[in-house]
């Protein structure tokens, strides 16, 4: 390399372009000052938007309260008639071969037949959580209120809904699938709603 090309790539190099000590410092400040802006604006949102804590407690309560519905036993008879076991129909239809079990005496009913959530005759059938079930302050399944969820209030729907290839009722209007919808209402405006499904999959299952 001659002379004056070491020359001619020095003098180049001297005058590329590149950003000064104080160009560098005016940069940082500047960043500086936007992130500030920025983080001061998120602390300022979250301060002000609701507290979480309530809605995740609705939807928890929500989650258990239908999970508690679905785990009832869905038969064609009150669980505790003589043929609940074993029972393939509500009521006999006399023109099917081989001739169905039936209810011995208690068909079971949308609605709750003298039954409580909680007592001497707590629910037993999903059906049983028909008819406007409500709790004003959420309790547990022994009847006794959880203290720190007194703000908070739950109602339970049942109802029969038809399915894809699964009707609502079956030829005597007994329900084959129900939708439990669970809502839940608490403090700063908080609710949950759910809703699940129940198939008469099983209608001997007690």
Known sequence: MSVVH????RREARLAPG?????LIVFIVIVGIATAGVLAALNVSTRASADPLPQKQALAIAEALLEEVQLRPFTYCDPDDANA??????????????????????IEVMGPEGETRAGVTPFDNVNDYAGGFSLAGISDLTG??????????????????????????????????????VT?????????????????YAPNAL
């Open 144 to 181: 006794a209120a959880i203290a720190d969820l007194a703000g908070y209030n739950a109602t339970v729907t049942v109802v029969p809904q038809a399915l894809a290839g699964i009707a609502g009722t079956d030829a005597n209007g007994a329900p084959l699938s129900l939708l439990i919808t």
């Open 85 to 106: 076991a074993r029972a393939t129909t509500a009521r006999l239809d006399a023109s099917v071969t081989p001739p169905q079990v039936g209810c011995a005496a208690t």
């Open 19 to 23: 950003a000064s000590l104080v160009e």
């Open 6 to 9: 070491r020359r001619r790539l």
């Open 184 to 200: 839940v209402t608490g403090p700063a405006g908080s609710t949950a709603r759910l809703d699940g499904y129940r198939v008469r």
